[in-house]
């Protein structure tokens, strides 16, 4: 059974500021792991995604992750936090060889202030 | 490439009535993927059709709710006999066979009054 940790259900920055949103996972075959951004009333956008190529992944709006077997992370960052990027964060994990379904965290809600 | 469509983006309907809800998967996408989820959490996995197959029940899917894919593309989903509990977002993904990928459509909220 897969499952995916995200520790802090909250973060607030200051624009401008590094955001850091952090994911665990757990899997008992090499993951295939992605994160999705969600804004109010409307549905998942993928950010960007892992599938045992680089272990440092670039995604969209200057967000990057990256995969470490050794702590089983997959934490999100952006050096430089906007205020466009307030929204909810999921990171998710998927049983590539069952179907492809994932398994979501319970998401990070990302406040942005000035 | 339209992208994944949900109708309708929101239903109210009172305890007791049955609701269907529709997805259209981005074309020539083999895998479509029905999800839920309730406020304050991240989506759980309901079922997922492959072409017209429906290959796999979450234990969510309680006999109430019924998913079908009849000609491989379009999906519906229908509850039956609406509870409280049943009021969330639902949302659609689809990718092709070969991808590994899940775009999501805007999703559905549902309110059971």
């Known amino acids: 059974a897969q499952s995916v940790t995200q520790l802090g259900s909250h973060v607030s920055v200051s624009e401008g500021a590094l955001v850091l949103l952090r994911c665990n996972y757990s899997s008992s075959v090499p993951p295939y792991l992605f994160w999705y951004v969600q804004y109010p009333n409307q549905g998942l956008q993928l950010l960007l995604k892992y599938t045992s190529a680089a272990t440092l992944v670039k995604g969209i709006n200057g967000f990057e992750a990256e995969f470490k077997k050794s702590e089983t992370s997959f934490h999100l960052t952006k050096p430089s936090a906007h205020m466009s990027d307030a929204a909810e964060y999921f990171c998710a994990v998927s049983d590539r060889g069952g179907g492809n379904k994932l398994t979501f965290g319970t998401g990070t809600q990302l406040k942005v202030e000035l | 490439d339209t992208g994944v469509s949900q109708n309708p983006r929101h239903k109210i309907t009172k305890r007791g009535q049955n609701v269907t809800f529709r997805c259209d998967p981005i074309?020539?996408?083999?895998?479509l993927y029905w999800y839920r989820q309730t406020l304050g959490q991240g989506p759980e996995f309901l079922t997922y059709?492959?072409?017209?197959?429906?290959?796999?029940k979450s234990r969510l899917l309680s006999d109430r709710f019924s998913a079908e894919r009849p000609k491989g593309s379009f999906s519906t989903l229908e509850i039956q006999r609406t509870e409280q509990g049943d009021s969330a977002m639902y949302l659609c993904a689809s990718i092709p066979l070969s991808g590994d990928t899940q775009y999501f459509g805007p999703g559905t909220r549902l309110t059971v009054l």
């Open positions: 059709f492959q072409n017209e197959a429906q290959l796999e």
């Open positions: 074309s020539e996408h083999n895998r």
